[in-house]
Protein backbone atom coordinates (compact mmCIF):
# COMPACT_ATOMS: atom_id res chain seq x y z
CA UNK A 1 0.00 0.00 0.00
CA UNK A 2 1.19 3.68 -0.76
CA UNK A 3 1.21 5.67 2.72
CA UNK A 4 3.06 8.75 0.94
CA UNK A 5 1.37 11.64 0.74
CA UNK A 6 -0.46 13.07 -1.43
CA UNK A 7 -0.56 16.02 -3.66
CA UNK A 8 -2.97 17.66 -1.66
CA UNK A 9 -0.62 17.43 1.21
CA UNK A 10 0.99 20.66 1.77
CA UNK A 11 3.04 19.93 5.40
CA UNK A 12 6.36 21.86 4.91
CA UNK A 13 5.09 24.09 2.69
CA UNK A 14 6.39 27.75 2.53
CA UNK A 15 6.25 30.18 5.90
CA UNK A 16 5.51 32.99 4.26
CA UNK A 17 2.92 33.56 6.91
CA UNK A 18 0.64 36.23 7.48
CA UNK A 19 0.22 37.65 10.71
CA UNK A 20 -2.55 38.22 12.01
CA UNK A 21 -3.69 38.66 15.57
CA UNK A 22 -7.02 36.54 17.07
CA UNK A 23 -9.44 39.17 17.54
CA UNK A 24 -10.51 37.74 21.08
CA UNK A 25 -6.80 36.23 22.92
CA UNK A 26 -4.48 39.01 20.11
CA UNK A 27 -2.25 35.84 19.85
CA UNK A 28 -1.22 35.53 16.31
CA UNK A 29 -2.69 32.90 14.30
CA UNK A 30 -1.78 30.73 11.51
CA UNK A 31 -2.99 31.19 8.25
CA UNK A 32 -5.49 28.20 6.79
CA UNK A 33 -6.89 27.62 3.32
CA UNK A 34 -10.45 29.02 3.22
CA UNK A 35 -10.89 25.63 1.66
CA UNK A 36 -10.70 24.51 5.21
CA UNK A 37 -12.82 27.14 6.73
CA UNK A 38 -15.32 26.76 4.38
CA UNK A 39 -15.57 22.71 5.03
CA UNK A 40 -15.09 22.74 9.00
CA UNK A 41 -17.67 25.23 9.53
CA UNK A 42 -21.72 25.35 9.97
CA UNK A 43 -23.28 27.78 7.96
CA UNK A 44 -19.94 29.37 6.49
CA UNK A 45 -20.45 33.34 5.29
CA UNK A 46 -18.80 33.88 2.20
CA UNK A 47 -17.88 37.35 2.03
CA UNK A 48 -15.29 37.25 -0.31
CA UNK A 49 -12.78 37.68 2.02
CA UNK A 50 -9.90 34.99 0.85
CA UNK A 51 -7.61 34.79 4.00
CA UNK A 52 -8.49 33.34 7.17
CA UNK A 53 -6.17 32.69 10.20
CA UNK A 54 -6.72 29.73 13.20
CA UNK A 55 -5.94 31.11 16.52
CA UNK A 56 -3.40 28.72 18.67
CA UNK A 57 -4.20 29.37 21.89
CA UNK A 58 -5.58 26.38 23.51
CA UNK A 59 -7.59 28.78 26.09
CA UNK A 60 -9.46 30.17 23.87
CA UNK A 61 -12.79 29.57 21.96
CA UNK A 62 -12.17 31.22 18.43
CA UNK A 63 -10.67 28.86 16.05
CA UNK A 64 -11.48 30.75 12.44
CA UNK A 65 -11.09 34.70 11.91
CA UNK A 66 -10.99 36.05 8.84
CA UNK A 67 -8.02 38.64 8.17
CA UNK A 68 -9.83 41.36 8.32
CA UNK A 69 -11.49 40.22 11.69
CA UNK A 70 -15.34 40.66 10.26
CA UNK A 71 -15.70 36.56 10.37
CA UNK A 72 -14.79 34.62 13.79
CA UNK A 73 -15.81 31.14 14.67
CA UNK A 74 -15.75 29.61 17.68
CA UNK A 75 -15.48 26.05 18.96
CA UNK A 76 -19.14 25.18 18.91
CA UNK A 77 -19.32 26.07 15.23
CA UNK A 78 -16.72 23.75 13.70
CA UNK A 79 -17.56 20.57 12.77
CA UNK A 80 -14.83 18.87 14.46
CA UNK A 81 -13.25 18.82 17.86
CA UNK A 82 -9.84 21.04 17.20
CA UNK A 83 -7.25 18.36 18.94
CA UNK A 84 -5.68 21.76 20.07
CA UNK A 85 -8.14 23.81 21.81
CA UNK A 86 -9.26 22.80 25.91
CA UNK A 87 -11.75 19.83 26.42
CA UNK A 88 -11.29 18.70 22.78
CA UNK A 89 -12.42 15.31 22.69
CA UNK A 90 -11.48 13.40 21.22
CA UNK A 91 -8.07 14.62 19.79
CA UNK A 92 -7.49 13.36 16.60
CA UNK A 93 -3.99 13.37 15.44
CA UNK A 94 -4.53 12.42 11.60
CA UNK A 95 -8.20 13.80 10.73
CA UNK A 96 -8.34 12.37 7.41
CA UNK A 97 -8.44 8.31 9.01
CA UNK A 98 -9.84 9.08 12.37
CA UNK A 99 -6.81 8.87 14.66
CA UNK A 100 -6.74 9.63 17.98
CA UNK A 101 -3.85 11.01 19.91
CA UNK A 102 -4.36 7.98 22.22
CA UNK A 103 -4.18 5.40 19.65
CA UNK A 104 -0.59 6.97 18.33
CA UNK A 105 0.64 7.19 21.84
CA UNK A 106 -0.32 3.69 22.27
CA UNK A 107 1.34 2.74 18.93
CA UNK A 108 4.22 3.99 20.49
CA UNK A 109 4.41 2.37 23.71
CA UNK A 110 2.70 -0.94 23.49
CA UNK A 111 3.50 -1.66 19.64
CA UNK A 112 6.90 -0.16 19.49
CA UNK A 113 6.02 2.13 16.92
CA UNK A 114 8.92 4.45 16.56
CA UNK A 115 8.51 6.79 13.14
CA UNK A 116 5.52 8.00 11.58
CA UNK A 117 5.79 5.31 9.22
CA UNK A 118 4.93 3.03 12.12
CA UNK A 119 2.29 4.81 13.35
CA UNK A 120 0.60 4.93 10.12
CA UNK A 121 0.78 0.97 9.28
CA UNK A 122 -0.23 0.26 13.06
CA UNK A 123 -3.45 2.67 12.98
CA UNK A 124 -3.90 3.32 9.56
CA UNK A 125 -3.02 7.28 9.94
CA UNK A 126 -2.68 8.93 6.49
CA UNK A 127 -4.25 6.10 4.49
CA UNK A 128 -6.48 8.92 2.99
CA UNK A 129 -4.69 12.04 2.96
CA UNK A 130 -7.77 15.04 2.42
CA UNK A 131 -5.90 17.10 5.01
CA UNK A 132 -7.42 20.47 3.27
CA UNK A 133 -10.98 20.00 3.90
CA UNK A 134 -10.52 17.48 7.08
CA UNK A 135 -7.78 18.61 9.22
CA UNK A 136 -8.40 21.93 11.03
CA UNK A 137 -5.04 23.30 9.89
CA UNK A 138 -5.62 22.56 6.09
CA UNK A 139 -1.94 20.52 6.61
CA UNK A 140 -1.00 17.29 6.48
CA UNK A 141 -1.20 15.61 10.36
CA UNK A 142 2.87 14.21 9.26
CA UNK A 143 3.81 16.79 11.75
CA UNK A 144 1.23 16.72 14.55
CA UNK A 145 2.12 12.66 14.47
CA UNK A 146 5.65 13.30 14.53
CA UNK A 147 5.79 14.99 17.80
CA UNK A 148 3.27 12.90 19.64
CA UNK A 149 6.00 10.13 18.67
CA UNK A 150 8.49 12.24 20.67
CA UNK A 151 6.12 13.14 23.32
CA UNK A 152 4.83 9.64 23.59
CA UNK A 153 8.69 8.30 24.51
CA UNK A 154 9.59 10.95 26.45
CA UNK A 155 6.61 9.93 28.85
CA UNK A 156 8.20 6.24 29.10
ZN1 LIG B 1 -7.72 33.46 20.14
Not at 67 to 73: H, V
Amino acid sequence: MDLTMSKTCNCCSSDDQVESPCPVCKKIGREVPKITVESLVNDFIDNGIETFMICMNPDCDVVYYSIDGKNTYIKNLVKVPVWFKDEAEPKYACYCSKVTEKQVIEAVLTKGAKTVKDVNKITGAMKEANCEVKNPLGTCCHQTIQSIIECAKDCE
